[in-house]
């Protein structure tokens, strides 16, 4: 790997440390090569996010859909990406990971979609409609990783399934944030029609789902190759463990839970047990 792909995927290793502690915290248990190309893609999905959550212009979609035209000249010729910023950095660092572990583009252009959606769609009339925006926002991260992991087919799937489980664990943990900082609301609506002013039932049946979700994804954890079977189940251990974080505080999200440094580490030991 010539230098500047290297410190390309150190500020990709940047952004991920600053701003996915659990899922960091997990991918140190991924060979090296693995690690780097988690770091690109975290990076990757970081940086729309950070465009729709905090935008730089009035104009969020314009700078989604500037980010897209980049990306899609980048993927077709990274040379022209000459710039020092992060921006050219994560898309060096992103084209060669998907080069290199052959990961279909498509996933790239939905994941993209999701984002720009955020910039305009704000509400969910039921589940199924909020699961197709969760597809691109999270369910094509985990079909990506399957690419840079090694799998057998049916292990999609259970992938897809581990990041609803994921996505819908962030959506109860930020629930008030999202609707206080950004005026949305990742939550069905019909659902939280059928318990009214019962929001302790509603968190309880929110949680029963990702629940569900966990336990039908680690079941597919088998199908990875071995070399990244751990560190999955690490990171499907540490993002479930928010849910039991929000039980404990009697379903208050009005402040984030995080899980201590202690707790990752007991959390990952007790995982080791169960691949």
């Given at each position: 790997?010539?230098?500047?792909?290297?410190?390309?995927?150190?500020?990709?290793?940047?952004?991920?440390?600053?701003?996915?502690?659990?899922?960091?915290?997990?991918?140190?248990?991924f060979p090296k090569e693995l690690r780097l190309a988690t770091y690109a893609l975290y990076a990757f999905f970081r940086l729309?996010?950070?465009?729709?959550?905090?935008?730089?212009?009035?104009?969020?979609?314009?700078e989604l859909e500037d980010f897209c035209v980049l990306w899609r000249r980048a993927y077709a010729d990274p040379h022209c990406l000459t710039e020092s910023t992060d921006t050219h950095a994560v898309l060096r660092a992103t084209v060669d990971t998907f080069h290199r572990?052959?990961?279909?583009?498509?996933?790239?252009?939905?994941?993209?979609?999701?984002?720009?959606?955020?910039?305009?769609?704000?509400?969910?009339?039921?589940?199924?409609?909020?699961?197709?925006?969760?597809?691109?926002?999270?369910?094509?991260?985990?079909?990506?990783?399957?690419?840079?992991i090694g799998f057998e087919p049916r292990a999609l799937a259970y992938a897809e399934k581990l990041g609803y489980a994921m996505q819908l664990t962030n959506f109860l943990r930020d629930r008030e944030e999202d609707l206080r900082l950004r005026g949305r609301v990742y939550m069905p609506a019909d659902e939280l029609q059928r318990f009214g002013k019962d929001d302790k039932a509603f968190m309880k049946f929110q949680i029963a789902r990702a629940d569900r979700l966990y336990d039908e994804a680690?079941?597919?954890?088998?199908?990875?190759?071995?070399?990244?079977?751990?560190?999955?189940?690490?990171?499907?251990?540490?993002?479930?463990?928010?849910?039991?974080?929000?039980?404990?505080?009697?379903?208050d999200v009005s402040v984030r839970v995080r899980t201590s440094f202690l707790e990752k580490i007991f959390l990952v030991i007790m995982s080791r047990f169960s691949v």
């Open positions: 790997m010539h230098d500047v792909l290297r410190a390309d995927y150190e500020a990709c290793q940047r952004i991920h440390s600053a701003h996915g502690k659990s899922y960091y915290f997990a991918t140190r248990f729309p996010d950070e465009i729709v959550d905090n935008p730089l212009t009035n104009y969020p979609q314009k572990y052959h990961i279909p583009y498509e996933y790239s252009e939905s994941f993209l979609a999701a984002m720009i959606q955020d910039t305009w769609k704000s509400s969910y009339a039921n589940y199924q409609e909020l699961e197709q925006y969760m597809y691109g926002s999270a369910a094509v991260v985990g079909l990506m990783m399957c690419h840079v680690n079941e597919g954890i088998r199908y990875l190759h071995v070399r990244g079977r751990f560190a999955v189940r690490a990171a499907s251990d540490l993002y479930r463990a928010i849910l039991r974080k929000i039980e404990k505080r009697d379903y």
